[in-house]
């Protein structure tokens, strides 16, 4: 392209790479350095340590995408030929680039979505989940493999026997722990009490909806099948299952779930049951066609067909899009129930419970909304599901769990022994001044140098800035410890 717009493009998500790496380290020493007392690595809840692992991958991925946009910045700002077949460069090195980060990309998507679900599960099955360490471990194990199946997307482009083959058992092999989750889930709710909340609901959605795209994906593992199916819309159907299916069903989930958590109010139940059954029933008419579409011969992308190649009956290539477009009616307007959702609670001035789904986990253990601070004294964990074990007990006759102390008790015995002072970092402007200098540099690159330099030095001024400035205002009013361990008075400007 000759315009500008993919030189943004290539820089803007240089600029979101920043973001997206300086977070992954962020999150990673906060959870090795940061837990409560007491809360060892097997002790914390699954949803943290998806996302820790979530972490890990973009900590190795985006500085492969960054290398790649790297090149291509080059290729077209400066005159260097990295993809350009006439000076002997092979625009494979772009596709193998890319793909090395777009498919450990995939897993940065999906993981939350099933620590989600982890969370969600037990709490609506009223019972513990099943297989605590398998679930963790197989997280983890995704978060490896998954650097091992990129180039089955790359079967069409000659790659060689035993490139392929490789390949192909990787992408049998990650269908392993994945396959290991849904058995997790499902033992998790076997024998439980159900109740389908609609956050409960959207979680088992996934579990089916993700089953029927990583099915399809496994088909990914045949050489000859998938060089076939390559770039059909059989590829989409199954992306949609995994990631509309999978990530976004999740996403809906933790909604619903932590909603009365994050702002103080639930969510209505009733218009919940309605976006669910929308999204599902439009999920599957939008991409469920598109497998018979892809395995037809349709190229993605396109739009248009003859007469010759649209296909008899069943088979029929224009009723099966125009089923498609149907669905994807249906789905907009489950989005948009969750919308009108949010919209009506909002105007509600009716308070959630504190506990509305008799939660396991600590989060459960503040007031909600959370303070600024979280928690007014750091608990001391002892159980994997602690707020649950300080809630119930086992009765040593029946050996049933039997409720010993309400939330609210729980929350007051928390406030009693609140700490006298909250030690709060204080707000700065100079990551804003860092920030702000980002796009500068960008825009000079793309028009002139010295717009660059001014940019770079932008970042400099607010990176010395920000170093020099305390953690905590002069003017504040926390107290530091003494030396003999005592509170000292506060400090004042």
């Keep these: 392209s000759p315009s500008k717009g993919v030189d943004f493009w290539t820089l803007g998500l240089q600029i979101a790479g920043i973001a997206s790496l300086t977070g992954a380290i962020n999150l990673i020493v906060t959870v090795l350095n940061m837990r409560a007392p007491g809360m060892s690595l097997m002790k914390m809840p699954v949803f943290t340590w998806l996302i820790t692992v979530v972490q890990f991958l973009l900590l190795f991925a985006i500085p492969v995408i960054t290398v790649a946009l790297f090149l291509l910045t080059f290729q077209r700002s400066f005159g260097a030929q990295f993809f350009d077949v006439a000076a002997g460069a092979d625009p494979l090195l772009w596709q193998h680039l890319f793909w090395i980060f777009g498919h450990p990309e995939v897993y940065v998507l999906i993981l939350p979505s099933f620590g989600i679900v982890s969370e969600v599960l037990p709490v609506f099955s009223r019972k513990p989940l099943f297989g605590y360490p398998f679930v963790v471990f197989s997280g983890a194990a995704i978060g490896f493999v998954g650097w091992g ?39 998790t709710m076997w024998g439980g009490k159900l109740v389908f909340s ?84 439009g999920m599957n008419l939008t991409f469920g066609p598109m497998h018979i579409l892809g395995l037809q011969g349709q190229p993605r992308r396109m739009y248009q067909w003859t007469e010759a190649r649209a296909g008899e009956g069943f088979f029929n290539i224009a009723f099966w899009n125009l089923v498609a477009s149907i669905g994807s009616l249906v789905l907009t307007f489950g989005i948009l129930l969750f919308l009108i959702n949010i919209a009506i609670t909002a105007r509600s001035k009716v308070r959630a419970p504190l506990d509305p789904w008799n939660a396991r ?133």
């Design 198 to 281: 609609t956050a409960m609901k959207f979680s088992v959605g996934l579990i089916v909806l993700f089953t029927i795209g990583g099915l399809s994906g496994v088909t990914h593992s045949v050489a000859p099948s998938d060089t076939q199916q390559t770039d059909t819309y059989y590829i989409v159907a199954h992306f949609h299952y995994v990631l509309f299916g999978g990530a976004i069903f999740g996403l809906f989930s933790g909604f619903y779930y932590w909603w009365p958590k994050m702002f103080g109010k639930m969510l209505n139940e009733r218009l919940g049951s309605w976006n669910f059954w929308f999204m599902v029933i």
């Design 149 to 187: 199946v990129w180039a089955h997307h790359m079967f069409a482009s000659g790659l060689g026997p035993v490139s392929v083959a490789v390949f192909s058992v990787a992408t049998m092999a990650i269908a392993v722990p994945t396959g290991v989750k849904i058995i997790n889930w499902t033992l």
């Design 361 to 493: 986990s600590l989060e459960w253990m503040t007031s909600s909304p959370p303070k600024e601070h979280n928690f007014d004294s750091i608990p001391h964990v002892h159980h994997l599901d602690e707020f649950f074990h300080r809630k119930y007990e086992e009765d040593p006759v029946t050996h049933t769990m039997r409720e010993v102390a309400t939330a609210e008790q729980v929350l007051a015995e928390l406030e009693r022994n609140a700490d006298a002072h909250i030690h709060m970092p204080s707000p700065s402007y100079w990551p804003l001044v860092l920030a702000a200098g980002l796009p500068i540099v960008a825009l000079g690159i793309l028009y002139s140098i010295p717009v660059a330099i001014v940019g770079g030095l932008v970042i400099l001024y607010a990176i010395y800035g920000w170093s020099l400035e305390p953690s905590v205002a002069a003017d504040s009013d926390y107290e530091g410890p003494s030396s003999n361990g005592h509170e000292v008075g506060a400090t004042h400007g």
